[in-house]
C-alpha cells in the first residue's frame, strides 16, 4: 500500500472549517484513498472515501486533485466533539488484505 | 446489535501469563483483522485473515497466535504475556479483496500487563 504522510497534530475552533492534507506520492492506478476518525477509547470509523476529483456526505469533504498524490479532508464547521485522530489510508481494489494505517492527525478542536 | 464485538473490553494480568481475547463479526464479512495500537497511538496490523485463513502476519512474535474458528469470528492468543505486550488491541472486519469497502472495528481491547 502506499506510504501516506499526514500532519501530526492541528488546532481549530468551533465553528471553523478544518482542512487535514494526506501526501501518497506513490499512489497506484487502483487506489483509492479513504479516511477514519478515531476518538479515544473507541476503535476507529470510516468517515469518507475517494478514487478522483470531489466526494461529499453528510460528515466530511473530499478533495483529490488530478494527480492524486494527495488528497484533503474538509470537515466543515467543526465542533468540540469533532476532536480526534484522523487517518488517511490509501488501498488498491484486489488483494487489499493488508490495511496499514499511517500516524494519523490529532484534531483538537477549541472553544 | 453491536457489529463487531471483542471480549473482554479490559484485562489486567502479570507477566508470563497466558490470556485470549475474542473477536466476532456480524456483518458477515470475509476479513478479519487484528490491529495493536500502543501507548503512542500507533495502530499498526497485526495479523488478517480471509474465510479463516491467514493472510498477513506482520512480524508478530510467535506468543501471538490468531485463531479463526470460522468467517465471523477472529480470537487471538497471548502466550507468556510482557510487559511490552500492554496496549489497545482492535479488532476489525470488511469485505477484503475484490473491491475497497471500509473497515468496522470492535471497541478494542486495553490489555495491561503487571
Known amino acids: 500500500l502506499a506510504k501516506t504522510t499526514q500532519p501530526i497534530s492541528m488546532d481549530s475552533y468551533e465553528g471553523q472549517e478544518v482542512n487535514i492534507t494526506c501526501s501518497h506520492n506513490n499512489i497506484a492506478t487502483n487506489d483509492y484513498i479513504t479516511w477514519y476518525q478515531q476518538f479515544p477509547s473507541q476503535g476507529p470509523r470510516f468517515i469518507i472515501q475517494g478514487y478522483k476529483t470531489k466526494v461529499t456526505n453528510e460528515v466530511a469533504s473530499l478533495f483529490i486533485p488530478a494527480d492524486r498524490k494527495s488528497s484533503t479532508l474538509s470537515l466543515p464547521r467543526v465542533s468540540l466533539s469533532d476532536t480526534a485522530v484522523y487517518y488517511c489510508l490509501v488501498g488498491g481494489t484486489s488483494g487489499t488484505y493488508k490495511y496499514i494505517f499511517g500516524t494519523g492527525t490529532r484534531l483538537k478542536v477549541l472553544a | 446489535d453491536t457489529a463487531v464485538s471483542q471480549t473482554p473490553k479490559y484485562l489486567v494480568t502479570q507477566m508470563g501469563n497466558d490470556k485470549s481475547i475474542k473477536c466476532e463479526q456480524n456483518?458477515?464479512?470475509?476479513?478479519m483483522y487484528w490491529y495493536k495500537q500502543d501507548s503512542k497511538k500507533f495502530l499498526k496490523i497485526m495479523f488478517s485473515y480471509n474465510n479463516k485463513e491467514l493472510i498477513i502476519n506482520e512480524t508478530v512474535p510467535n506468543r501471538f497466535s490468531p485463531k479463526s474458528p470460522d468467517k465471523a469470528h477472529l480470537n487471538l492468543h497471548i502466550n507468556s504475556l510482557e510487559l511490552g505486550d500492554s496496549a489497545v488491541y482492535f479488532c476489525?472486519?470488511?469485505?477484503?479483496?475484490?473491491?475497497?469497502?471500509?473497515?468496522?472495528f470492535g471497541q478494542g481491547t486495553r490489555l495491561t500487563v503487571v
Open positions: 456483518l458477515g464479512h470475509d476479513t
Open positions: 476489525a472486519s470488511r469485505t477484503g479483496g475484490l473491491v475497497e469497502t471500509e473497515a468496522f
